[in-house]
């Protein structure tokens, strides 16, 4: 059963809402704090004013095998983001705005006709800028049934105080760990603080959720799912990474080593990142998570198919 289902018939989810879009006044939904007055229509950084936007939604089975099962996992892909990564390979919808304004009836009926079409979950990506609007829709969806799991599908700069708002209500979460490096951070996302963000958020994830749940049919029930892209010349930071995963989380962190970076978007006019990764440099990535004692890592495709550049 679905975590936000108890609070829902308890009365509680309501008061999360109330919550959640009190802080749309003097918008403190993300770390970026921009006080900004989202009720009146003011945007933001994540140029989000009260409603929030789609790009597409449909079942997805690109996801990792948990979330997918045999019937895939249920995407809803929100407009905009709270980040400005220069290499973002969604950036059409993260960066340039490509998709169309929803109310919360809209959200829950495209929530709704996810688990008509039999999906595992409903994976939120992109949620950061829009948790208040996906609560809305949320309580209206399960006014008409919603009970699958719902995955909260970030760029993992979510702040603390949003996430207490979700506790009881996310089932998984699968956040981004992008960078080790405040610098690096800023000058590929804009966002100096990502890395001491991220790791608040991500203890405070698992506080909640725990480790990763996987049912006798390979299926995600709850639990947290980490996602680190690694990028060329380490630019990720991923040793770092791994070592904190491993030493102050959990090393039963299930975590999806990616290797599929490839420039796009402004990726070109930074030095390094006008490339695809290395066989090795993959290879250094997963050796490191091993090294650092993580075990649960997401079955990686062979390095032939992933297009990874030859040596
Ligand atoms: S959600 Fe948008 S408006 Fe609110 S603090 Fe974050 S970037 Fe700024």
Same mark, same amino acid.
């Given at each position: 059963?679905?975590?936000?289902?108890?609070?829902?018939?308890? *009365? %509680?989810? #309501?008061?999360?809402? =109330? @919550?959640? &879009? /009190?802080?749309?006044g003097s918008c403190s939904v993300c770390p970026r704090?921009?006080?900004?007055?989202?009720?009146?229509?003011?945007? *933001? %950084?994540? #140029?989000?004013?009260? =409603? @929030?936007? &789609? /790009?597409?939604?449909?079942?997805?089975?690109?996801?990792?095998?948990?979330?997918?099962?045999?019937?895939?996992?249920?995407?809803?892909?929100?407009?905009?983001?709270?980040? =400005?990564?220069?290499?973002?390979?969604?950036?059409?919808?993260?960066?340039?705005?490509?998709?169309?304004?929803?109310?919360?009836?809209?959200?829950?009926?495209?929530?709704?006709?996810?688990?008509?079409?039999?999906?595992?979950?409903?994976?939120?990506?992109?949620?950061?800028?829009?948790?208040?609007?996906?609560?809305?829709?949320?309580?209206?969806?399960?006014?008409?049934?919603?009970?699958?799991?719902?995955?909260?599908?970030?760029?993992?700069?979510?702040?603390?105080?949003?996430?207490?708002?979700?506790?009881?209500?996310?089932?998984?979460?699968?956040?981004?760990?992008?960078?080790?490096?405040?610098?690096?951070?800023?000058?590929?996302?804009?966002?100096?603080?990502?890395?001491?963000?991220?790791?608040?958020?991500?203890?405070?994830?698992?506080?909640q959720v725990g480790d990763l749940e996987i049912n006798?049919?390979?299926?995600?029930?709850?639990?947290?799912?980490?996602?680190?892209?690694?990028?060329?010349?380490?630019l990720a930071g991923t040793k770092g990474i791994v070592?904190?995963?491993?030493?102050?989380?959990?090393?039963?962190?299930?975590?999806?080593?990616?290797?599929?970076?490839?420039?796009?978007?402004?990726?070109?006019?930074?030095?390094?990142?006008?490339?695809?990764?290395?066989?090795?440099?993959?290879?250094?990535?997963?050796?490191?998570?091993?090294?650092?004692?993580?075990?649960?890592?997401?079955?990686?495709?062979?390095?032939?198919?992933?297009?990874?550049?030859?040596?």
């Amino acid at each position: 059963m679905a975590a936000y289902l108890e609070l829902c018939h308890s *009365g %509680k989810l #309501r008061e999360r809402i =109330e @919550a959640a &879009v /009190s802080l749309l006044g003097s918008c403190s939904v993300c770390p970026r704090s921009c006080g900004v007055n989202r009720l009146a229509g003011d945007p *933001g %950084k994540c #140029r989000t004013p009260r =409603e @929030a936007m &789609v /790009s597409s939604y449909g079942p997805h089975f690109g996801e990792e095998a948990p979330l997918v099962g045999r019937h895939g996992s249920g995407t809803i892909f929100f407009t905009n983001c709270n980040l =400005e990564c220069l290499f973002c390979q969604n950036y059409s919808i993260s960066q340039l705005g490509d998709g169309e304004k929803v109310n919360k009836e809209e959200i829950a009926y495209r929530m709704l006709s996810l688990q008509a079409k039999g999906c595992h979950n409903i994976n939120l990506v992109s949620p950061t800028h829009v948790v208040p609007q996906i609560l809305e829709a949320l309580e209206t969806a399960v006014e008409s049934g919603l009970h699958l799991p719902l995955v909260y599908n970030s760029g993992g700069y979510d702040s603390v105080e949003t996430l207490k708002i979700l506790d009881g209500i996310v089932d998984i979460y699968m956040p981004d760990m992008k960078y080790d490096d405040a610098d690096i951070a800023k000058e590929l996302s804009g966002i100096e603080s990502y890395p001491a963000m991220n790791k608040a958020a991500i203890k405070e994830m698992h506080r909640q959720v725990g480790d990763l749940e996987i049912n006798e049919e390979g299926v995600a029930q709850r639990g947290l799912l980490v996602r680190h892209l690694v990028l060329p010349h380490g630019l990720a930071g991923t040793k770092g990474i791994v070592n904190f995963l491993s030493k102050e989380i959990s090393p039963n962190t299930y975590v999806n080593i990616m290797a599929q970076y490839h420039p796009c978007y402004k990726a070109f006019q930074i030095p390094g990142l006008e490339q695809r990764i290395s066989p090795t440099e993959f290879r250094e990535a997963l050796s490191l998570a091993r090294k650092a004692g993580l075990s649960r890592l997401d079955k990686a495709l062979p390095i032939g198919i992933l297009g990874i550049r030859s040596e």
